[in-house]
Antibody, heavy 120, light 112 residues
Framework: EVQLVESGGGLVQPGRSLKLSCVAS????????MNWIRQAPGKGLEWVAY????????YYAETVKGRFTISRDNAKNTLYLQMTSLRSEDTALYYC?????????????WGQGTLVTVSS | DVVMTQTPVSLSVSLGGQVSISCRSS???????????LSWYLQKPGQSPQLLIY???NRFSGISDRFSGSGSGTDFTLKISRVEPDDLGVYYC?????????FGAGTKLELK
C-alpha cells in the first residue's frame, strides 16, 4: 500500500524558515516524481513544486520560487520542502503527492498533509 | 499560467440523482505529445484529495463507473450518476499539461 506521511509543520514567525519532510513507503520511491501541493485554510488547491525521480527536473510555482527548495533523498525514501522567508500567505496544509507513473502528470497518491502556520 | 474555471461553485443533489461539473481551461490542454492532461479529484470533508479521473476520461483504480469524464481542448465535464452519500465533498479539476500545474477553484457537492 502506498503511504506518504508528511511532517515538520508548525507555527513559525514571518521571515523565518521551516523544513517539511514526506516519508514514502509501499513503492519504489526512486522511480517516481513527487510534488508538494498546498491548501490554505478554507481554500482550494495550489501546486507548489515538482521534482523528478532522479532530481534532474525541478519546477516551482512563481509564488514560492526563490524562497522554497524541493529535494529528495532516495536512499531514505524521503521528500523535502525547505521553506525560507515565510509569509502569512504561505499558511496552509502542505501535501506531498506522487505521480501515477513515469511521464504522468496527475496526482495519484496524497499524504494527509502537515499544517504550516506563519504568524507573529 | 493556465487558468482553470469550474462551474458551478456549488451543487445540490438528491441521492440517486445525476450531476455534471464543468471545467474550462484558458488554453488548450493538448500536450505536445498529443495527450490531454486533465484530471479530476474529490476532497471529502476532513480528508486529502483523491484522484478520480486522469487524462480526461480514464478512471483511476477502484473508482466507480458512476464517475465519467469527457471533453477535449479547453472544455471538460465530470458526470456523477446515481449519487451516493460518499460522493459528497469538493471536486477539483486540474491540468498537468504545462507548468505551473493549476487547479480549478472547486465545486462543492451537497445533498438537497
Amino acid at each position: 500500500e502506498v503511504q506518504l506521511v508528511e511532517s515538520g509543520g508548525g507555527l513559525v514567525q514571518p521571515g523565518r524558515s521551516l523544513k517539511l519532510s514526506c516519508v514514502a513507503s509501499g513503492f519504489t520511491f526512486s522511480n517516481y516524481g513527487m510534488n508538494w501541493i498546498r491548501q490554505a485554510p478554507g481554500k482550494g488547491l495550489e501546486w507548489v513544486a515538482y521534482i523528478s525521480s532522479g532530481s534532474s527536473y525541478i519546477y516551482y510555482a512563481e509564488t514560492v520560487k526563490g524562497r522554497f527548495t524541493i529535494s529528495r533523498d532516495n536512499a531514505k525514501n524521503t521528500l523535502y520542502l525547505q521553506m525560507t522567508s515565510l509569509r502569512s500567505e504561505d499558511t496552509a496544509l502542505y501535501y506531498c503527492a506522487r505521480v501515477a507513473a513515469i511521464s504522468t502528470h496527475w496526482f495519484a497518491y496524497w499524504g494527509q498533509g502537515t499544517l504550516v502556520t506563519v504568524s507573529s | 499560467d493556465v487558468v482553470m474555471t469550474q462551474t458551478p461553485v456549488s451543487l445540490s443533489v438528491s441521492l440517486g440523482g445525476q450531476v455534471s461539473i464543468s471545467c474550462r481551461s484558458s488554453q488548450s490542454l493538448v500536450h505536445n505529445n498529443g495527450n490531454t492532461y486533465l484530471s479530476w479529484y474529490l476532497q471529502k470533508p476532513g480528508q486529502s484529495p483523491q484522484l478520480l479521473i486522469y487524462k480526461v476520461s480514464n478512471r483511476f483504480s477502484g473508482i466507480s463507473d458512476r464517475f465519467s469524464g469527457s471533453g477535449s481542448g479547453t472544455d471538460f465535464t465530470l458526470k456523477i450518476s446515481r449519487v451516493e452519500p460518499d460522493d459528497l465533498g469538493v471536486y477539483y479539476c486540474g491540468q498537468g499539461t504545462q507548468y505551473p500545474y493549476t487547479f480549478g477553484a472547486g465545486t462543492k457537492l451537497e445533498l438537497k
